[in-house]
């Protein structure tokens, strides 16, 4: 799980795709999941972020999961752009853990 935390912008999501490459280098990853509770901001930069690390587990077989929780500053961007529905989208990681499917189903 690779969690952010405060404002997804032009400036921090670069960050995000060497983050979760770093997380999955040993092999032993069975799962991404990208902890959403904690952002303050999700810029379209940040929406674009989260579509490249999908297609970074996508391209190595692993589910993609993002969690949200209620964070309305999420959700709601992910409402307006249709991301929401190319991307499984749970409340919390024990969710996250027991979602069923692909990711991006």
């Known amino acids: ?3 952010l ?3 997804v912008d032009m400036l921090t999501a670069p960050r995000l795709l060497p983050a979760v490459d770093d997380c999955v280098t040993d092999g032993r990853c069975t799962l991404l999941a990208v902890d959403l509770r904690q952002v303050t901001f999700l810029a379209s930069a940040g929406l674009v972020a989260l579509m490249d690390v999908r297609e970074f587990a996508e391209g190595r077989g692993l589910p993609f999961r ?3 929780g209620d964070n309305r500053r999420v ?3 992910f409402e ?3 991301i929401g529905r190319a991307v499984t989208v749970c409340g919390s990681m024990s969710e996250a853990l027991s979602a ?3 990711s991006g189903s």
């Open 5 to 7: 935390t405060g404002v």
């Open 66 to 68: 993002v969690v949200t």
């Open 80 to 82: 307006i752009t249709g």
């Open 100 to 102: 069923p499917g692909r």
């Open 75 to 77: 959700l709601r961007p």
């Open 1 to 3: 799980m690779v969690s």
